[in-house]
């Protein structure tokens, strides 16, 4: 038999697919003041969050204008910008270095 209690604690939570939602955005929003300081990681990472949509509405462009500000200093972040989020650069230059082998 239900209570009450549990019944609405059942109404109030939120979806999971909310919660995710959120979450991905906040981290969004985490990652764009880390790349705006200047780390180089955190821009690649916006840049391919903005190229695929997550967390964000997609932007190619934008994707773009921080993979080229990325690429400033670290070449290989052109070869992740189509690349899921969280796909690093040093994963695509370890990539290289195994054909190389």
């Not at 200093?73 to 190389?100: F, H, I, Q």
């Amino acid at each position: 038999m239900e209570t009450s209690s549990s019944s609405q604690k059942e109404k109030s939570r939120a979806p999971l697919k909310e919660v995710v939602s959120e979450c991905v955005k906040r981290w969004f929003k985490d990652t764009l003041k880390e790349a705006k300081a200047g780390d180089i990681n955190m821009q690649i990472l916006v840049g391919q969050m903005y190229y695929s949509g997550y967390g964000v509405p997609r932007d190619a462009h934008l994707g773009r204008v921080w993979i080229t500000r990325a690429s400033r200093t670290r070449s290989s972040a052109w070869k992740v910008c189509e690349k899921p989020p969280g796909y690093n650069a040093s994963d695509s230059d370890s990539d290289e270095l195994k054909g190389e082998l």
